[in-house]
């Protein structure tokens, strides 16, 4: 059933326009000025209007203030650009609204695919969901959820969890266990089996809460045809047409390995979690936090782990002195590090051995090559969206000519006025799964009830944890970022060395864990960045990053009571400041 009606010029301040309106299209008008050359679809921004047709049909345009409408790229803080007069057009008929498949149509099923899908389906969307995962170069496979659950946070953590508990055992006899610590063994198939159970019981949950909020599932891979349709293919190799008034891409990303000889014997993060045999002897290239994760979780389980960084920054864009001293950690735990070096390449052994040869800058800029023999070999060296077989041109959505991913404005809109993109694959994101959940609902909600203020994801003010055997969180700036944005003389930072209590009946360093905050001193000492290297890092930042958000003062922290001992409260009693040049390390409780 469609509607056809007309804007009055009172209301849009550049005269009438006729509007389609269908049963399907909730938040969208299909736009024809008699003015113009074609019809165009605009989006009604603001909470004053509703145009029949969202649930029930079609009952036209309310009388209520339209703050304004956006196209495409345009602003949601003003009115459209005024259209060309075209005497030639007047008389054209304005093109009917096309009946679609769906409502949306979401090309992937990761965490920001799927929690758009949801709230839009709650919201009484007709919903679709694609998702089909390619396997790995090593044939590794998974089920609905994306990276997140089947290949990166979840199996992760409860990695990273395992080699604490491996860790704890040396600290229980301080705390009176009689263990042996020279004869602890761990069994990996048996985490390996637990993990993958785990796992799959999430993919269950994600089936079942997609069939409870409407939301149709479908094992497909999907590639454009045009901006409403996408050609399905379904892993027997059969394929249909589905069309959708939106289409929202959230491909996320897979990982990215260097074209070096003998790769194919490598592996990676897709491939690590479901190993059935146990890694051994392994060797990690790259210094993102990917590569410093899993060092720390294998070395934790007992394996000799090395290392092999490209230039000498790890974790690259984060904040230098808690990168450098998060190295320090690993090195001290007994991870090797190459710095300078790459891989050149990998030769598979009789012995089912993997010899790597690799090439050193020295500090005098020669280069030596060198070989070691490991066996596993995982490549951790950054990661891509592979848009290519999605055939964006064909939609006209626009893909970012410095790096591959989609370009998409505050409100996720592409170029394509009805593609959307959400998560990792999109230009200037955090790679987070929380940010991708929370801006694929936030989407939701613009499309599917635009009566409501509208939502948007505050991507400067994110916090996120490296899940290093020492976590290291942090909110805001670094320290680097914070002198280039108020200048080096309005920053003050205050810092401190501290040992948790927990550690002080072990044998750990006193200086193991370091905390600063970083604050504008000519803005009534602002935070601009809260950092930590800790236990628990992770739990400890997601408090702070709410104060953060609700931009705290220095004193916010100071005068808030601290629960007694906890980790946390180190950063409600912090006084040294760097500039004083006194010792932060803390001693007493």
């Known amino acids: 059933m469609r509607g056809r009606t007309t804007l009055s010029p009172s209301c849009l301040g550049w005269g009438s326009v006729s509007v389609g309106v269908s049963r399907s299209r909730r938040g969208v008008c299909y736009v024809s000025d008699p003015r113009t050359s074609s019809s165009s679809v605009w989006w009604l921004r603001g909470g004053g209007v509703g145009v029949g047709g969202g649930s029930g049909g079609v009952g036209g345009v309310r009388s209520l203030p339209l703050l304004s409408l956006s196209r495409g790229f345009a602003s949601s803080a003003g009115p459209p650009p005024t259209p060309v007069f075209n005497p030639e057009d007047e008389a054209k008929e304005p093109e009917e609204p ?34 089909y995962v390619v396997p790995s170069a090593q044939n590794s ?59 799959k019981s999430l993919n269950f949950a994600y089936r079942n809460e997609l069939r409870s909020h409407g939301v149709k599932y479908l094992n497909e891979y999907g590639k454009f045809i045009d901006a409403h349709t996408v050609e399905c293919t379904n892993k027997r190799g059969e394929k249909v047409q589905r069309t959708a008034q939106r289409i929202l891409i959230a491909v996320g990303e897979r990982p990215f390995t260097p074209d070096v000889p003998g790769v194919e014997h490598a592996i990676t993060s897709d491939d690590l979690f479901s190993m059935s045999e146990t890694p051994g002897d392994t060797l990690v290239v790259g210094g993102g936090y990917v590569a ?36 320090d950690q690993l090195a001290a735990s007994g991870v090797h590090f190459d710095y300078n070096t790459d891989v050149k390449s990998i030769k598979k052994l009789s012995s089912g ?25 995982i490549f951790a060296t950054g990661r891509s969206a592979h848009l290519d077989a999605l055939h964006l041109e064909r ?12 370009v998409a404005n505050d409100d996720d809109e592409t170029t394509s006025p009805s593609v959307f993109a959400v998560g990792d694959c999109v230009l200037g994101r955090p790679e987070l799964t929380p940010t991708a959940i929370m801006a694929g609902k936030y989407l939701a909600r613009r499309m599917f009830k635009p009566s409501a203020p509208p939502q948007h994801v505050q991507f400067s003010k994110v916090a996120t944890t490296v899940f290093t055997p020492l976590e290291y969180a942090f909110v805001g700036l670094s320290e680097e970022d914070a002198m280039a944005k108020v200048g ?64 705290a003062t220095k004193e916010d922290l100071d005068t808030t009571v601290g629960i007694h001992p906890t980790i946390a409260e180190e950063l409600n009693r912090v006084t040294i400041t760097k500039s004083s040049g006194l010792d932060p390390v803390r001693t007493g409780c």
Not at 301 to 323: A, P, Y
Not at 397 to 405: E, H, I, N, P, T
Not at 515 to 539: Q, T
């Open 98 to 131: 096309r009946e679609f498949d769906y409502d949306l149509l979401v090309i992937g099923g990761g965490s920001g695919g799927i929690a758009a899908a949801k709230e839009a389906g709650k919201l009484g969307g007709n919903v679709a969901v694609l998702d």
């Open 141 to 199: 496979v998974w089920g609905l959820g994306g990276t997140c659950v089947n290949v990166g946070c979840i199996p992760k953590k409860l990695m990273h969890q395992a080699s604490l508990h491996g860790e704890g055992f040396k600290d229980s006899i301080e705390f009176g266990w009689e263990v042996d610590p020279g004869n602890l063994k761990h069994n990996w198939g048996t985490l390996v089996t637990n993990v993958q159970n785990h796992i």
């Open 292 to 327: 410093l994760e899993t060092a720390g979780f294998l070395k934790g389980l007992g394996f000799n782990t090395s290392v092999m960084v490209r230039s000498e920054v790890l974790l690259r864009g984060f904040d230098r002195q808690m990168s450098s001293m998060l190295g």
């Open 353 to 377: 051995r993997l010899k790597v040869t690799h090439a050193t800058k020295q500090s005098d800029g020669t280069v030596t090559e060198n070989t070691t023999e490991h066996d596993t070999v």
């Open 395 to 406: 939609a006209g959505v626009q893909v970012g000519s410095k790096k591959a991913k989609i």
């Open 488 to 551: 080096k003389h309005a920053v003050e930072v205050y810092h401190a060395h501290f040992q948790p209590l927990e550690f002080r009946l072990g044998e750990r360093n006193l200086n193991d864990c370091y905390l600063k905050i970083i604050c504008d001193r000519e803005d009534n000492e602002r935070v601009l960045g809260i950092h930590i290297l800790s236990p628990n890092a992770g739990e400890i930042m997601q408090g702070y990053a709410v104060a953060y958000r609700m931009n």
